[in-house]
């Protein structure tokens, strides 16, 4: 055991570990693409917030083990609810009240417009509830 990496404020792992762990419990139809998500979490390890990138290495655990492998059809779908969740989740404290009114914008331009635009909506979206600028970037 690593007894400097010992903190009580954090759980704290090797990527080794981290490796060792999903390709023990990842759906075996997706442990090939370990290697590509390692790459992928350490590359975004340099600069993403920690919150950020816990959720993303919880979301991905939870992918690769709840898996129910299938064909991945054209579109992306998200629940509202799942949606409005990660924007909690990830929002800048200061922003964290705009929250359901954001996702409430965000569905009222893709029942009005249409998905078409709904992908660069919802990444700036995240952009802004993350950020820690004022409200003059407000997406809707």
């Given at each position: 055991?690593?007894?400097?990496?010992?903190?009580?404020?954090?759980?704290?792992?090797?990527?080794?570990?981290?490796?060792?762990?999903?390709?023990?419990?990842?759906?075996?139809?997706?442990?090939?693409?370990?290697p590509?998500?390692?790459?992928?979490?350490?590359?975004?390890?340099?600069?993403?917030?920690?919150?950020?990138?816990?959720?993303?290495?919880?979301?991905?655990?939870?992918?690769?083990l709840?898996?129910?492998?299938?064909?991945?059809?054209?579109?992306?779908?998200m629940?509202?609810?799942?949606?409005?969740?990660?924007?909690?989740?990830?929002?800048?404290?200061?922003?964290?009240?705009?929250?359901?009114?954001?996702?409430?914008?965000?569905?009222?331009?893709?029942?009005?417009?249409?998905?078409?635009?709904?992908?660069?909506?919802?990444?700036?979206?995240?952009?802004w509830?993350?950020?820690?600028?004022?409200?003059?970037?407000?997406?809707?």
């Amino acid at each position: 055991m690593n007894t400097h990496l010992l903190n009580s404020d954090k759980l704290i792992m090797t990527w080794k570990e981290l490796e060792t762990a999903w390709a023990t419990l990842a759906d075996p139809e997706y442990r090939h693409l370990l290697p590509g998500l390692l790459t992928m979490v350490r590359t975004l390890a340099k600069t993403a917030e920690p919150q950020a990138l816990t959720t993303l290495v919880m979301a991905l655990t939870s992918c690769l083990l709840e898996a129910a492998p299938q064909e991945p059809g054209e579109y992306l779908s998200m629940e509202w609810r799942d949606l409005e969740s990660a924007w909690n989740t990830l929002s800048h404290p200061a922003k964290f009240p705009e929250v359901t009114d954001t996702v409430d914008s965000v569905r009222a331009m893709a029942l009005k417009f249409g998905a078409e635009h709904s992908a660069l909506t919802v990444v700036s979206a995240t952009a802004w509830l993350t950020s820690e600028g004022g409200n003059d970037l407000k997406p809707g």
